[in-house]
């Protein structure tokens, strides 16, 4: 929580007098370094932040807080709503926010519960997070791929083949050995 005030601080500070709200600054956080010439373009495409799953926050939470505040409403100006995060993350999960969890004034953010009761036609709908994003499940595919990969290297590399693992495969045969409290020879 103290990492995520220093970050925002270091960010506010780097503008120069430019206003910086919670909400650029976690999304100039997640671009690069504050130390480094970032700045927030909400036409960013996903490999401009440092997780591709931060590039879906920001444009559900823009997404609907436009459609909770107006069309007119700047996420880049405006105080970060509690309530488009919630309806853009499906609340809290593990006691979490989905966007800006430190910064986000819990006192003026309503529960999922009273979400719920208040939703209608006319409000956006409460969303369900993604389980798993398409970035992470590449990676995973990925990993897995090259796992394989090595592992036919490895294989053919030392030539094991189905016989010199498992010899008995083929026919069922007694070898001359019983277990009774431990392998031990027939007859002893």
């Not at 459609?67 to 809290?92: F, N, Q, V, Y």
């Not at 800006?100 to 004034?105: P, Q, T, Y």
């Not at 953010?109 to 590449?138: F, G, K, N, W």
Request: aromatic share 8%; glycine share 8%; charged share 20%.
């Amino acid at each position: 929580m103290l990492t995520n005030h220093l970050v925002f601080s270091l960010q506010s500070a780097r503008r120069e007098g430019q206003p910086c709200n919670e909400f650029m600054a976690y999304v100039m956080a997640h671009m690069g370094k504050a130390t480094s010439d970032v700045a927030f373009d909400p036409a960013a495409p996903p490999d401009a932040y440092s997780n591709p799953n931060i590039h879906t926050r920001v444009t559900r939470y823009t997404e609907i807080g436009k459609a909770l505040h107006g069309d007119t409403w700047d996420p880049a100006t405006a105080p970060l709503s509690g309530e488009a995060i919630m309806r853009a993350g499906g609340g809290k999960k593990h006691g979490r926010y989905w966007l800006g969890d430190s910064v986000v004034d819990t006192a003026s953010t309503p529960t999922l519960s009273q979400l719920r009761a208040r939703t209608t036609d006319s409000t956006p709908p409460i969303l369900p997070r993604p389980e798993i994003s398409v970035a992470s499940m590449h990676a995973f595919q990925v990993i897995s791929v090259s796992f394989v990969g090595c592992l036919r290297t490895f294989v053919s590399h030392f030539d094991f083949g189905v016989k010199s693992c498992r010899p008995g495969l083929t026919k069922r045969r007694d070898c001359g050995r019983s277990w009774k409290r431990g392998w031990s020879r027939s007859g002893s």
